[in-house]
């Protein structure tokens, strides 16, 4: 298995690539999952000058035939969020490695057992929300993906598209805290339904069930906040 590191928008130096290496231990990586297929390291920058404190942003992805493990983090230089964010990648490692050995003899993961405080937040814009419209005359029109874009943003469009097999509540709970995610959408095994678990309040958690409905948009649709 190889590290593969990348870069988005900004150039990765060779000597970054070779720290990688170094601070991410294979061995000790696949002690904690034996069945790792592939480790991606992401490295992006924020050019705003005033989030200069964390201006550096670096994305460990590790999958493997199991749940897909992700950390994150944040600093003034690769290097301080590397080290941030390994240490998170660790943590949650051996969380679901606790969990595996935990889990052996049993079917499901019951609610009450999704401990501790989930590390990082959602990939949302500070405010929440996309972009607000603009509405001067004349005003040029940028097409990303499948938005138009009135002016010159900012906004910054991220579209995935994953595969997903349906899961218990309980399991999608488990699945967003490996993530380090506040949400997680998966397809409710029970209800069939397109569904968002999200953390609310301490412990608390919230769902959220998508039914589709062919009059929604009479009734303004099925906005609303996570937060509710």
Known sequence: MDIVVKGRKTEVPERFRKHVAEKLKLDKI???DGKVISLDVEVSKEPNPRQADRSDRVEITVRSRGPVIRAEASSSDPYAALD???SKLEA???KQNDKRHTRRGNGRI??????STVIGAAELTDSGELAAEQSANNVPVTRIGSLEVQGEGPLVVREKTHAAASMTLDQALYEMELVGHDFYLFV????????????RHAYDYGVIHLNADPFAEEHGGAGGS???
């Open 84 to 86: 941030l964010a390994t």
């Open 92 to 94: 949650r490692l051996r």
């Open 226 to 228: 996570l937060g509710g």
């Open 30 to 32: 696949q002690k904690l």
């Open 188 to 199: 409710d095994s029970d209800t069939k339904m397109p569904s968002v678990v999200y953390r």
């Open 110 to 115: 019951p609610a009450s057992d999704v401990a």
